[in-house]
């Protein structure tokens, strides 16, 4: 596969050849690499009657699975059920990159940003979060790729390493692990023209394979006695006053209480419908690297590594040492969940030049898999749990990329909500506070069309681009 340079790329931005890109594309299944697993279990059956429960779970991705199985942990006589539209992990859960940390916010920059006078608190939380997480698969055996090898943020232009050395003492004053690496130091850990240092937080944090997470979860929630039914999707729901009725196409569910754990999806509460933006984001699997090919990338680490374009690109190993390469974030009108242009090689035709840019060493690596997923974006970038039918329910969502493991975070808080306890977030800013609105259609699709456009090539480019980004941070947003 050969590199050339393409007429108006800037210096040093070099794409890969149309027909090289078309190439290692050819072969790759339009379909989540995570999901294409021999471990996939078979889809349990759906409801096909009335039925009652104490509480109702809508959603089988990882809030609604982690609230489930936290619920029957704390209150074992609860009865609970648990619907799945699709399967389990079959939607965002099972599309993610699997990446990890104790940030229950969309990093600590952000956290600090948000809710200053909470960040020691959240901190403490955040940890609590991930050692529940990691002490939750030991005890049910769950086998989810789990490595606990760091994450890293790589910059890629000498102009960003000030963000890094902010980032770095950020880190170092709430007693993070951390160390700053200059160019050479980076190379060591993994190998790319493009990266001029690095940030590498070394504990609590890691890589995991995301669809086996939720298997496993699914499967722990069964042993609790949780009444799981996929295929089942959410039809309507009706507030009966101390009740609420939930309608699937060949059952109902009365309930005491409902927690919604659906991401994007529409459940008929306009007022989530405002608060939450279902943006699409891309990911690439290579085919598996021999010894020889990883040995170019020097990736002895395995970290989770992200960087620092302000349309950055993700990427980690699995197991099987396919590279897992995310990024491109687009958004489709009024939050399409299920796009035409997914089911199109061209639509990851930019990304993968991305990935050639990023590791020219690689250009003999062809593609296995090729997918888009929903991330829920809000406007504060963090996770949010908001009550609604007088508090007979709460919709938990906002996690804008980082709900992996601030999911388990998120079910938490949204229990303690609906039971009324009293526990330690709730006297936050993050349980008290929601994000704010966002325009409705035609202003959303308008506004995140410029925006998207504006990310690609801004770093590079700057002008009006630079100067929207801007002005989208200084009205709140996380970028």
């Known amino acids: 596969m050969e590199a050339m340079i393409l007429k108006g790329e800037p210096t040093g931005q070099a794409q890969v050849n149309p027909l090289g890109v078309e190439e290692a594309l050819a072969h790759a299944r339009l379909f989540p690499y995570w999901l294409d697993s021999q471990a996939a279990p078979t889809p349990l059956p759906p409801l096909e009657r009335p039925t009652r429960a104490d509480l109702l779970v809508v959603g089988g991705g990882f809030t609604g699975l982690w609230a489930a199985i936290q619920a029957k942990e704390q209150m074992p006589e609860l009865d609970v059920v648990l619907i799945e539209a699709g399967r389990i992990a079959f939607g965002a859960s099972g599309r993610a990159g699997g990446i990890i940390s104790t940030s229950v916010m969309h990093g600590l920059p952000n956290a600090v940003r948000l809710f200053p006078k909470d960040i020691e608190a959240l901190e403490r939380l955040g940890q609590a979060n991930l050692d529940g997480f990691e002490e939750t698969l030991k005890r049910y055996g769950i086998d989810a790729d789990i490595e606990w090898n760091g994450e890293m943020t790589v910059a890629v232009d000498d102009a960003h390493l000030a963000h890094l050395r902010d980032d770095y003492e950020l880190h170092r004053r709430y007693g993070h692990d951390v160390v700053l690496l200059d160019r050479e130091q980076t190379a060591a850990q ?28 699914r499967r722990a929630a069964l042993s609790l006695g949780v009444r799981v039914y996929e295929n089942t999707p959410l039809r309507r729901f009706v507030d009966l006053g101390s009740l609420v009725e939930a309608h699937t196409p060949d059952g109902r569910i009365t309930a005491r209480r409902v927690l919604f754990g659906t991401g994007t999806a529409k459940v008929g509460l306009p007022d989530i419908n405002r608060r939450v933006l279902a943006v699409r984001d891309h990911v690439l699997a290579t085919e598996p690297l021999t010894a020889e ?16 374009r302000t349309q950055l690109n993700y990427f980690r190993l699995t197991k099987s040492n396919n590279i897992i390469f995310g990024g491109l974030v687009d958004y489709h009108f009024d939050g399409n969940p299920n796009p035409a242009q997914d089911e199109q090689r061209e639509t990851y035709h930019r990304l993968a030049a991305a990935f050639y840019r990023t590791f020219p060493q690689l250009a003999d690596v062809k593609f296995s898999h090729a997918w888009g997923g929903p991330i829920d974006y809000c406007s504060r970038g963090s996770v949010f749990a908001k009550p609604y039918l007088g508090g007979k329910a709460v919709f938990v969502a906002g996690y804008t990329g980082f709900g992996v493991a601030a999911s388990r975070f998120g079910a938490f808080m949204g229990l303690n909500m609906l039971f009324d306890r009293d526990s330690p977030e709730r006297q936050l800013d993050i349980a008290r506070k929601s994000p704010s609105y966002i325009p409705p259609e035609p202003f959303r699709w308008i506004a995140a069309r410029i925006t998207f456009h504006a990310f690609d090539g801004a770093d590079a480019e700057g002008g009006w681009k630079r100067a929207w980004i801007k002005g989208i941070k200084a009205l709140g947003f996380p970028m």
């Open 190 to 217: 993994i190998s790319s023209p493009l990266f001029a240092g690095a940030l590498w937080s070394r504990h609590r944090s890691g890589i995991v394979h995301p669809a086996k997470l939720a298997w496993g979860l």
């Open 293 to 308: 090919q990883l040995g170019r990338l020097g990736w002895a680490g395995r970290q989770g590594i992200y960087d620092t």
